[in-house]
């Protein structure tokens, strides 16, 4: 079973800053992974798939890299807005499971 | 676009069995592969199973396997998924999401949620 650990658990940023969200995989996951945000009272949005596409609507502030067992989500100039917990994702084929990480909590100061 | 609204908050006893339906528009239910999340309060995400979208088989995360059973009515473009034996552990929002497929398949779209409460 693959596990996916983000960090930090919580990042506290101003306007303007940089945000950089971490994801390890327990085994390499090859490209396919994908990142959400969730505002409070809401239900998960897909911000990234297949490690770096953007899904339609979203930011080119938000940005996603990486390979194997490492992936970063990069959200380049913070807006207030973007205060959220943010997920990375993963999906197995066998045995077929949809895994998700434990959440960075988004700050903005 | 596909569009998901989910039925109403349910209060229920430990024991009993919950049914939580999802309507898809946007799409017909047999163009989607429909899976279900569920969040307890303050805790993250969790993937409860859903339809394989290689060969429409229904799949089941471990955890649940046994208490959960997820049906579709391509009639009226409903998914339900209904868990039994409640007990308060099970406390939680319960979204539906469809698959959205690229170079691999991710939940894309959402509904909004059911809360599900578990009670004396």
């Known amino acids: 079973e693959i596990v996916l650990t983000q960090s930090p658990a919580t990042l506290s940023l101003s306007p303007g800053e940089r945000a950089t969200l971490s994801c390890r995989a327990s085994?390499?996951?090859?490209?396919?992974l994908a990142w959400y945000q969730q505002k409070p009272g809401q239900a998960p949005r897909l911000l990234i798939y297949?490690?770096?596409y953007r899904a339609t609507g979203i930011p080119a502030r938000f940005s996603g890299s990486g390979s194997g067992t490492d992936f970063t989500l990069t959200i380049s100039s913070l807006e207030p807005e973007d205060l959220a917990v943010y997920y990375c994702?993963?999906?197995?084929?066998?045995?077929?499971?949809?895994?998700f990480g434990q959440g960075t909590r988004l700050e903005i100061k | 676009q596909v569009q998901l609204v989910q039925s109403g908050a349910e209060v229920k006893k430990p024991g009993a069995s919950v049914k939580v339906s999802c309507k898809v528009s946007g799409y017909t239910l047999t163009e989607v592969s429909m899976h279900w999340v569920r969040q307890a309060p303050g805790k993250g995400l969790e993937w409860i199973g859903g339809f394989d979208p290689q060969d429409g088989e229904a799949i089941y995360a471990q955890k649940f396997q046994g208490r959960v059973t997820m049906t579709e009515d391509t009639s009226t473009d409903t998914a339900y998924m209904a868990l039994s034996t409640l007990r308060s552990e099970d406390t939680a929002v319960y979204f539906c999401?469809?698959?959205?497929?690229?170079?691999?398949?991710?939940?894309?779209?959402w509904g909004q949620g059911t809360l599900v409460t578990v009670s004396s």
């Open positions: 999401a469809t698959l959205f497929c690229a170079g691999d398949c991710y939940p894309g779209y």
């Open positions: 994702q993963h999906r197995t084929n066998w045995p077929p499971s949809i895994t």
């Open positions: 297949d490690v770096s």
């Open positions: 085994q390499s996951i090859s490209s396919y």
